[in-house]
């Protein structure tokens, strides 16, 4: 699900009546929640979207991405799939994450990989900053232009 | 049956494999570029991935990303719709080497058939009469030359890895063959990536009568008959009908054997298509076989009550054809007028743009399939047509009238159509004698012309 859907589904639940949507998709389900930040249960994968409260608190241990609703305002930009396929966050299955929240990176460094018949293709960041969030889900199906992370630029 | 089938295509024809899918009980898997994130295709089936940006090239051409596609949603079979990669042999054998199943022919009747001097061979060896031309491929302008004087001009250069209506280059003279023989090896190696040309002689005046043929994995191949394709703009078709005005029940059965005794020959399954020239003495020539679904195949559908979609799904699965040869007959007719984006006025030049309104006719004997609606913006990036309107009747001359109404019920607001373009045909003399051949629209085309100089 991409971010102009997601902006267009926390329009829609701002301007109504409805105080909980979700919208379940291949590419990971979004929940949108009125009023104050609600601790989801941790579902694989899901994105919370909080309409009203603006700092993620979500764990970098537990897998769940956060898109907030003011990262359009803010500036950050995403790092994007290029390609179809599975997203590894790490290089082999017991090895440490490439990055994880918090994370300095730089242009052309590598930050995860997207598995495609069979090939491990190492994605590179295209912009130098801190990632603010993992957008993906470890093993989690992704297509062309999903977001995978959500930089802030230097 | 299949547990999943992804449609590697867009528009129109993505829809119509999943309305089969759906009636199948099948569930289905969109493929679409950025450009088509709103389109039809991609709301109706039940999961959806992106493949890339709008360029074609780099979304619904790109086989990783397509194969990818199958293999993160799980589908088990894959059609490909037509155009695209529905022809692309390499494609089809990635797909099985991928355990995902391509509903279509297999790489190496694709690669036979494509060829269309080795086509023009297997044919020949089924008996199957071709247009008379060179015994395969030839290689320098001396021997062109040659060969085209036993033949008699005018004929035609022709790409080898053409067709579709493309490749091709014709020579009334020998001054005309000597020039065009390298520009047309120089065009073809440019086009399809292959130099290799042959020479056929130019049939006059010809019908463009094509077979719809379907063969199983059991060694069943049957025909369901003709389609008359000759109204075509630069040899892309406009209009097509079934049956042919210029196709009686005895020339049918002799085409028709020939059309299966040649599908046989190449060992084919799935559905494709037998494309013959029918010249004004009734005699009738081998000219390419289409290994796919076509554009025009509801034509069929329509007058002989088969889904060529469903029966595709089902041969891959290796289920028998539904149909037994006796049991098929054509019966009303049926024309298809092609709907396309493109200015009449303006010699069909494409336009793009957003569609404010969309009615669609209906009433009896009337099939729309398209994949626009009110709202819906035309993408540049690819092909122009925008729906497919047919009407069936008892007769040809209700088909007639139901088109012209169903035409004039068509409401298109936003982008110029070829609809005024369809309705000049309804009316049109010799459109409506059904005495016409390949030639005749641009020579309508040239008289208009004349007209207007004369003022």
């Known amino acids: 699900m991409n971010r102009r859907k997601i902006e267009e589904l926390i329009r829609l639940v701002e301007e109504s009546d409805v105080s909980e949507l979700t919208v379940a998709g291949l590419f990971g389900s979004v929940r949108i929640v009125k009023g104050s930040t609600a601790a989801a249960p941790a579902t694989v994968p899901t994105q919370q979207v909080s309409v009203t409260a603006p700092a993620p608190t979500q764990s970098e241990d537990s897998g769940e991405a956060e898109i907030s609703a003011e990262d359009r305002d803010s500036g950050l930009v995403p790092i994007v799939s290029p390609m179809v396929g599975t997203f590894y966050a790490a290089p082999s299955p017991d090895a440490a994450v490439f990055v994880r929240q918090g994370d300095h990176v730089s242009k052309g460094q590598v930050v995860c990989i997207v598995e495609a018949m069979k090939l491990m293709n190492e994605i590179e960041s295209e912009v130098s900053g801190t990632v603010v969030r993992v957008a993906v889900e470890n093993a989690a199906p992704v297509e062309f232009g999903q977001a995978l992370f959500m930089v802030e630029p230097d | 049956m299949f547990s999943k089938v992804l449609v590697a295509n867009r528009g129109e024809i993505a829809l119509r494999v999943m309305r089969a899918c759906k009636e199948l009980g099948i569930p289905t898997v969109a493929i679409h570029s950025e450009a088509d994130e709103d389109s039809l295709h991609v709301k109706f089936a039940d999961e959806a991935v992106c493949v890339g940006p709008a360029h074609g090239g780099l979304s619904y051409l790109d086989v990783k990303a397509i194969i990818s596609a199958c293999e993160v949603t799980g589908a088990e079979a894959l059609h490909p719709g037509y155009g695209f990669l529905a022809e692309n042999a390499d494609f089809a054998e990635m797909c099985r080497a991928h355990d995902v199943t391509f509903i279509g022919p297999t790489a190496e009747m694709m690669r036979a058939l494509g060829d269309k001097a080795q086509a023009r061979e297997i044919m020949s060896r089924s008996g199957v009469p071709v247009i008379p031309g060179s015994d395969g491929l030839v290689e320098d302008v001396e021997e062109a030359a040659e060969i085209a004087e036993t033949l008699g001009y005018p004929v035609m250069i022709k790409a080898s890895a053409g067709g579709g209506g493309k490749g091709m280059r014709p020579a009334s003279d020998l001054e005309e063959l000597k020039t065009g023989f390298q520009m047309a090896r120089t065009e073809a190696e440019a086009a399809f990536g292959n130099a290799d040309v042959y020479l056929e002689k130019i049939i006059l005046g010809p019908r463009h009568i094509e077979f719809q043929v379907l063969g199983d994995s059991h060694g069943n191949v049957v025909h369901l008959g003709e389609r008359d394709c000759s109204i075509q703009r630069r040899h892309q078709k406009l209009i097509e009908e079934s049956p042919s005005p210029g196709v009686g029940p005895q020339l049918r059965e002799a085409m028709g054997e020939a059309a299966v005794r040649g599908t046989k020959g190449a060992g084919y399954l799935s559905a494709g298509t037998v494309e013959f020239l029918l010249d004004s003495g009734g005699n009738f020539y081998f000219m390419e076989m289409n290994t796919r679904i076509q554009v025009e195949h509801p034509v069929t559908e329509l007058v002989t009550g088969v889904d060529l979609v469903k029966e595709q799904i089902g041969i891959a699965a290796g289920e028998r054809i539904q149909v037994e040869q006796d049991k098929l007959g054509l019966r009303g007719h049926a024309i298809e007028c092609r709907i396309n984006a493109e ?80 309705s000049a045909m309804m009316d049109d003399p010799e459109f409506v004698s059904g005495r016409f051949d390949t030639g005749s629209l641009e020579r309508k085309k040239k008289a208009r012309e004349e007209l207007v100089g004369a003022v």
């Not at chain 2, 793009?352 to 819906?376: A, K």
């Not at chain 2, 007769?395 to 012209?404: C, G, P, Y």
């Open chain 2, 343 to 422: 200015d009449p006025e303006r010699d069909f030049a494409p336009c793009p743009g957003t569609v404010t309104e969309f009615y669609v006719p209906g009433g009896p004997g009337i099939r729309v399939d398209t994949h626009v609606y009110s709202g819906y913006v035309i993408p540049p990036h690819y092909d122009s047509m925008i729906a497919k309107l047919l009407a069936y009747g008892n007769t040809r001359e209700e088909a007639i009238s139901r088109m012209r109404r169903a035409l004039e019920e068509f409401v298109i607001v936003g982008v110029a159509t070829t609809i005024p373009f369809h």
